[in-house]
């Protein structure tokens, strides 16, 4: 796959995205849309990579949202606006139904549509030193995609203090604030992200993605019927995959299930 905006890599079944405009610091053009839904065409149809990271490499920046010239047409034509942020939710829509775990490693200045992006994934990781945030308001628009992701992550009382104020997370803090996992010196931050990556991908991916279903259905459901559907969802799992079984015989036999010697 060549593309023009990001570096795509597969890497012991991890694919890595890495954002590849540093000079206009990772802002989202349409080449990147176009780029992205690409990758991620590819993954919903791959049985191959088991995550997948994103990140802004050795840049300054992760990503600062919209592109400066697609804004300048966006803001004239409100049509074409509207066009381009449904594009933007459906990626981060994407990303979070995925079968497969996704990691955002912020190891730089994040705001805006970039902000959004990490929303959909299932995990942030950043650098000690990245600014994060949301900061639309700052700017007198308010978020197109993140506000009720943000405040499923963080809770409503913080989210509306990260919107309102626009303020800047840096590393330690995000994780102090639920943003993030873990911070990391940016030098480390790849490699913990993807280390960070294996410790997920030595599972098998169908139990991956049967929890990661779990996860997404119940998010809205009430808890009684979100554990009727757990119930579920792990019978239908067993009924369906050979891991469970292969598992628990591995364990009595005292040996490795086949996944972890293959």
Known sequence: MNFTSLIYEELDRIAIVTFDTPKRLNAISEARLDELEAVLTRLESSSEMSALILTGGEGKAFCVGLDLELLDRAFNDLNYFEQVVRRVDGIITRLEALPIPTIAAINGITRAG?????????????????????????????????????????????????????????????????????????????????????????????????????????????????????????????????????????????????????
């Not at 509306?160 to 940016?186: D, H, N, Q």
């Not at 792990?234 to 293959?262: D, N």
């Open 114 to 262: 970039g902000f959004e992006f990490s929303m959909g994934c299932d995990f942030v990781l950043i650098a000690d030193d990245a600014q994060y945030g949301d900061a639309h308001t700052d700017s007198g628009v308010l978020p197109a995609a993140a506000t009720l992701r943000l405040a499923r992550r963080v809770g409503p009382q913080r989210a509306k203090e990260m919107i309102w104020t626009s303020r800047w997370y840096v590393g330690a803090e995000a994780v102090a604030a639920g943003l993030a996992l873990k911070s990391v010196p940016r030098a480390q931050l790849r490699a913990e992200a993807i280390a960070f990556a294996k410790t997920i991908t030595d599972k098998p991916a169908a139990v991956i993605a049967a929890s990661k279903r779990v996860f997404q259905k119940g998010a809205d459901m009430p808890l009684p019927d979100g554990i009727e559907m757990e119930l579920q969802n792990f019978m239908h799992y067993l009924r369906t995959e050979r891991y469970g079984r292969e598992g628990y015989t591995a364990y009595r036999e005292k040996r490795l299930p086949f996944w972890k010697t293959a």
